[in-house]
């Protein structure tokens, strides 16, 4: 019996060989094209064009060959901005979504500004109604209680004026809470509280109110929002 030979079918081949090229071609231009526009949002502090620089995309590289999780860890190398969310689309538009730390203090000892995430950057004196620490406090209680802070809300941050380091100790010589602080407030009240209690400060104007009027000290160390001492001077 003999076996029937299949002829090339040139044409087919062809159109298949075409085909398989215009899909290469499509491809590779979609690769290789340029971002078309850089849209960052959520940034007060820090520039764009600081954003684009520690992102390496002042060349507008090809959007598809950028490395997304690279680019975000060379941006949260600032430390102002606390997290990054990149995304890309097929208008070959980069979008940059910027989560900023706060600026919970300055620290009058090495005059930097300390931010809610616990780290510091230098004073460009460019900031205005930011609290002042006074006094000395060592690295460990400040970064805890700037991480404290970074939980209360930025108006009632505005509210404080200065804040003295004044850890507690018995009669003994043995400490009660190293970690407690005093704040001097805008509006003439003085509070007491610590960094495991920072987030009471969040209900400061609903206190205030209760007070009708009255000055004083305000210690909010212990206990919640509902369960103070207050003492009127």
């Not at 997290?83 to 689309?89: G, S």
Request: charged share 20%; proline share 3%.
């Amino acid at each position: 019996m003999k076996t029937k030979k299949r002829k090339l079918n040139i044409k087919k081949m062809f159109i298949l060989i075409l085909f398989l090229y215009l899909i290469g071609c499509s491809s590779y231009y979609v690769y290789k094209k340029p971002i078309q526009n850089i849209i960052i949002t959520g940034n007060v502090y820090v520039k764009d064009v600081q954003i684009i620089e520690l992102a390496k995309i002042k060349d507008y590289p090809s959007i598809f060959s950028i490395n997304i999780k690279n680019m975000q860890k060379s941006i949260k190398k600032e430390p102002m901005i606390d997290e990054v969310l990149i995304k890309r689309n097929l208008k070959f538009q980069l979008k940059i979504n910027i989560t900023e730390a706060k600026m919970v203090l300055l620290n009058t000892s090495n005059n930097n500004l300390i931010l809610s995430n616990g780290k510091s950057i230098p004073n460009t004196y460019n900031y205005q109604g930011i609290p002042t620490l006074i006094n000395y406090t060592s690295e460990k209680v400040l970064k805890k209680f700037s991480l404290g802070l970074g939980e209360v809300d930025l108006g009632i941050i505005g509210l404080i004026n200065e804040i003295e380091y004044s850890p507690t100790m018995s009669e003994e010589g043995v400490s009660l809470d190293e970690e407690r602080f005093i704040l001097y407030m805008n509006d003439g009240n003085t509070v007491y509280t610590n960094a495991e209690k920072c987030s009471t400060l969040n209900h400061y104007k609903e206190i205030y109110a209760s007070l009708n009027g009255k000055k004083g000290i305000l210690n909010l160390d212990s206990g919640n929002s509902e369960n103070f001492v207050f003492t009127s001077y």
